[in-house]
């Protein structure tokens, strides 16, 4: 059984600050990690994949990786309001995806 | 570029009627499209795995009898639900995947169809 595991949370972190928002998995056959964002009411947006052990930038987010861990990461800089939200982990190896249950962020102004 | 349109966005009716929720990849070619369940405030259900031209795959415990699901072409996937009962209430998403079967592309979710049965 394949399973990725994230703090439900919420997490709360003040407008500006950097908010970090963590995911582990159990599959070390795992290749490709995703990080999707769920307003309350909405479908899955995804913010960022990464493939490679290390870091990946992109905008104020941040992915990283660590496959000997089973261990991957979303940074959030300069934490926005508009950043509240539900973020899911996902995981996939050689079949389907792989989902987290999500870990709330609130942001506060 | 990968926007995934899904139509109706609501809808509204009767028990027993049957509702077909469309799905649609706008700017790219989905050889793999999966059709998801989420109840408020739990996390996605994957119900079913459809490629092009193939029998879909059903996750357990989802009764393919009752959620017809028909992945007709490389864009647009659509899934039935037959005589729909309170319980089928619930919010529906699609999801499509581009890359010629490889399962480590990202899935693009539409906007999700959210359903209510009186």
């Known amino acids: 059984q394949k399973e990725v595991e994230q703090n439900s949370g919420p997490l709360s972190v003040p407008e500006g600050a950097i908010a970090s928002l963590n995911c582990t998995y159990s599959?070390?056959?795992?290749?490709?990690f995703f990080w999707y964002r769920q307003y309350s009411g909405k479908s899955p947006e995804l913010i960022m994949f990464i493939y490679s052990n290390g870091d990946k930038e992109d905008g104020r987010f941040t992915a990283q990786l660590n496959k000997a861990s089973q261990y991957v990461s979303l940074l959030i800089r300069d934490s926005q309001p508009s950043d509240s939200a539900t973020y899911l982990c996902?995981?996939?190896?050689?079949?389907?995806?792989?989902f987290g249950k999500g870990t709330m962020l609130l942001v506060s102004p | 570029g990968a926007v995934v349109s899904q139509h109706p966005s609501r809808v509204i009716c009767k028990s027993g009627t049957s509702v077909k929720i469309e799905c649609r990849s706008l700017?790219?070619?989905?050889?793999?499209m999966f059709w998801y369940r989420q109840f408020p405030k739990q996390s996605l259900m994957l119900m079913a795995t459809?490629?092009?031209?193939?029998?879909?795959?059903?996750e357990q415990g989802v009764e393919k009898d009752k959620f017809l699901i028909n992945h007709a072409s490389l864009t647009l996937s659509t899934l039935t639900v037959t005589s729909a009962h309170p319980e089928d209430s619930s919010f529906y998403i699609c999801?499509?995947?581009?890359?010629?079967?490889?399962?480590?592309?990202?899935?693009?979710f539409g906007d999700g169809t959210r359903l209510s049965i009186l």
């Open positions: 999801s499509a995947q581009g890359g010629a079967g490889n399962s480590n592309q990202p899935q693009h």
């Open positions: 700017d790219f070619q989905a050889t793999t």
């Open positions: 996902a995981v996939s190896g050689y079949s389907t995806l792989t």
């Open positions: 459809s490629n092009e031209g193939s029998k879909a795959t059903y």
């Open positions: 599959d070390r056959g795992s290749q490709s």
